[in-house]
T-cell receptor, first 110, second 114 residues
């Protein structure tokens, strides 16, 4: 069953602007991860945030986690054309690995 | 760097054929996973494995089987391919932990069943 659900499904912004994607989930988690997928390729891990963390940074990425609202957001600052991709959140399902959402398709217009 | 490779990027098979999708990882990871990805449905877990000769059903195992004879290799088998198995198949691996660790993905195999 799907755990994480990304919002919006698609997002188109101008290069240089910030992009924000959201993820909501239903049950308690140990951690939440964000992945990126370029068209027709495999997924690449971006960042992991644990349930006792509220915010995490990695380069131009900023992830927040609000366990009371069961939601997370991924912010990409100063977007570039190369950031065009699909972005997925994934929540852990204990020993059975991860459950992925359906993704947000981000398009950066040059 | 972790490397996960899949035997084919593109594959075209006919209905009823037996299809083997191979996945190999070079980081001595205990866990390996097979997903399929379809538009509007996201990634869905087919099967996973914690160790050699071990396998567990995921969310959509029907029509599939798996084999893990060696730690580095995890094979997905379509016993009798059908058109509704046309999809992108993604393999992933992760080190053994209590669960929910980072997964490392292969490039994917786009399978078309005619």
């Amino acid at each position: 069953s799907q755990q994480g659900e990304e919002d919006p499904q698609a997002l188109s912004i101008q290069e240089g602007e910030n992009a924000t994607m959201n993820c909501s989930y239903k049950t308690s988690i140990n951690n939440l991860q964000w992945y990126r997928q370029n068209s027709g390729r495999g997924l690449v891990h971006l960042i992991l945030i644990r349930s006792n963390e509220r915010e995490k940074h990695s380069g131009r990425l900023r992830v927040t986690l609000d366990t009371s609202k069961k939601s997370s957001s991924l912010l990409i600052t100063a977007s570039r054309a190369a950031d065009t991709a699909s972005y997925f959140c994934a929540t852990d399902r204990g020993a059975d690995g991860l459950t992925f959402g359906k993704g947000t398709h981000l398009i950066i217009q040059p | 760097d972790v490397k996960v490779t899949q035997s084919s990027r593109y594959l075209v098979k006919r209905t009823g054929e037996k299809v083997f999708l191979e996945c190999v990882q070079d980081m001595d990871h205990e866990n390996m996973f097979w997903y399929r990805q379809d538009p509007g449905l996201g990634l869905r877990l087919i099967y996973f494995s914690y160790d050699v000769k071990m396998k567990e059903k995921g969310d959509i195992p029907e029509g599939y089987s798996v084999s893990r004879e060696k730690k580095e290799r995890f094979s997905l088998i379509l016993e009798s391919a059908s058109t509704n198995q046309t999809s992108m198949y993604l393999c992933a691996s992760s080190p053994w932990t209590t669960g929910g660790d980072t997964q490392y993905f292969g490039p994917g195999t786009r399978l078309t069943v005619l």
